[in-house]
T-cell receptor, first 114, second 113 residues
């Protein structure tokens, strides 16, 4: 199992600013994932963060808007840049174990952009 | 991209009744997982069923998987007020790389006392 600490748990930000979300795992993991959950919606994968290489972004998400760092095997950050009200969402980080094992999620960051 | 569809989108039942939620997906999978989310926070893993399994039980939970129909169901028996939450199915898309999860739209379950 993995315990994930994500912070901040929530924030209210002004439009045009940026917020960096941190995700700390209690064990070394190869891949970390960042998801977005818009209000009342399901989770959508933003990107996969691999240690030692650039993140891999899903369709509709770009590095300029959501830069990701992965400096080591236990830590990652997601930055939401130049925020607009449409970025108001819950952002969750996740790690996955071996194939056919469960994924683990942080408690999420509830972001409100005003 | 979202590939899963869940129905119903919302379900309201009386405490003690059984709740059934369905999930469909589009691609070949290694496994299908069910998660619960309380009040829009982190996800709690409930159960994982592998593609070569047809049924799995965990406590009051029963999950079935039909890979020929690309569908799964989650049954919660003898529901309790504490089961009130949103429930999501998630699949790992073999074609896109294992461990990347694709989530269904979710079912909002309300258990009335």
């Amino acid at each position: 199992s993995a315990v994930i600490s994500q912070k901040p748990s929530r924030d209210i930000c002004q439009r045009g600013t940026s917020l960096t979300i941190q995700c700390q795992v209690d064990s070394q993991v190869t891949m970390m994932f960042w998801y977005r959950q818009q209000p009342g919606q399901s989770l959508t994968l933003i990107a996969t963060a691999n240690q030692g290489s650039e993140a891999t972004y899903e369709s509709g998400f770009v590095i300029d808007k959501f830069p990701i760092s992965r400096p080591n095997l236990t830590f990652s950050t997601l930055t939401v840049s130049n925020m607009s009200p449409e970025d108001s969402s819950i952002y969750l980080c996740s790690v996955a174990g071996r194939l056919n094992t469960e994924a683990f999620f942080g408690q999420g960051t509830r972001l409100t952009v005003v | 991209s979202q590939q899963g569809e869940e129905d119903p989108q919302a379900l309201s039942i009386q405490e003690g009744e059984n709740a059934t939620m369905n999930c469909s997906y589009k691609t070949s999978i290694n496994n299908l997982q069910w998660y619960r989310q309380n009040s829009g926070r982190g996800l709690v893993h409930l159960i994982l069923i592998r593609s070569n399994e047809r049924e799995k039980h965990s406590g009051r939970l029963r999950v079935t998987l039909d890979t020929s129909k690309k569908s799964s169901s989650l049954l919660i028996t003898a529901s309790r007020a504490a089961d009130t939450a949103s429930y999501f199915c998630a699949t790992d898309d073999q074609g896109q790389g294992a461990q990347k999860l694709v989530f269904g739209q979710g079912t909002r379950l309300t258990i009335n006392p």
